[in-house]
């Protein structure tokens, strides 16, 4: 099996969710101006698997995923679920402390958590919010499922586009809907760090 697709049988949901991915990932390159030639060079991926991937007609694996998302920008974690779907069971994952995978935005550090295991409902990560004013964010974050999040240093404000901006400080914890937009600003003297739990 290439591991540039693996056309495995799936239901409907595994065909809402490629559909999903395919269209972020549409989206993300067209913002970008890119035909599917520079963005699959980009990736290092063919340009008939990226076209697959787009109109949900092949399933990518989380390599695969994950290069889309580094060439083009892509700053939402919850894309590696999308693509990370199966009916394994008895499974564990670890990482030491400090040696996570580095992803960088210009408003975010990421540091994914347990990103060995490429089948998973949650996406655990730790994140430096280096942003300190919302103009800094081109748009709202926005993407499939909910998210629990826990202020383990420094101060911020979350902001959102249904409620009042919502001053945290370490030690306070928020669950909410992630389809909602939203974004976070540092506020302290150094930038707040938080663990971030996306849920599919």
């Known amino acids: ?26 989206d993300a390159r067209r913002a970008k101006g890119w035909t599917l030639e520079e963005a699959g060079r980009a990736a290092g991926i063919g340009r008939s698997t990226l076209s697959k991937i787009e109109n949900n007609q092949t399933r990518p694996s989380f390599e695969i995923v994950r290069r889309l998302t580094q060439a083009l920008d892509m700053n939402t974690p919850q894309l590696f679920l999308q693509s990370a779907q199966s009916g394994i069971s008895g499974r564990r994952d670890f990482t030491p402390k400090g040696e996570g995978e580095t992803r960088n935005t210009p408003t975010y550090m990421h540091e994914l958590l347990c990103s060995e295991l490429t089948s998973k409902r949650m996406l655990p990560y730790i994140a430096t919010i280096k942003a300190r004013d919302i103009s800094e964010y081109d748009t709202w974050i926005r993407h499939s499922g909910e998210e629990f999040m826990y202020v383990l240093s420094g101060e911020l404000i979350f902001v959102s586009e249904h409620y009042r901006p919502l001053p945290m400080k370490a030690g306070d914890s928020l669950y909410y809907d992630s389809g909602m937009g939203h974004g976070c600003i540092s506020t302290s003297d150094e930038d707040a760090k938080v663990l971030w739990v996306s849920l599919e």
Do not use: C, F, H, T
């Not at 290439?2 to 395919?22: F, I, K, M, T, W």
């Open 1 to 26: 099996m290439s591991e540039d697709s693996r056309n495995d049988a799936s239901g409907p949901d595994d065909q809402d969710e490629g559909a999903a991915l395919g269209r972020s990932i549409r």
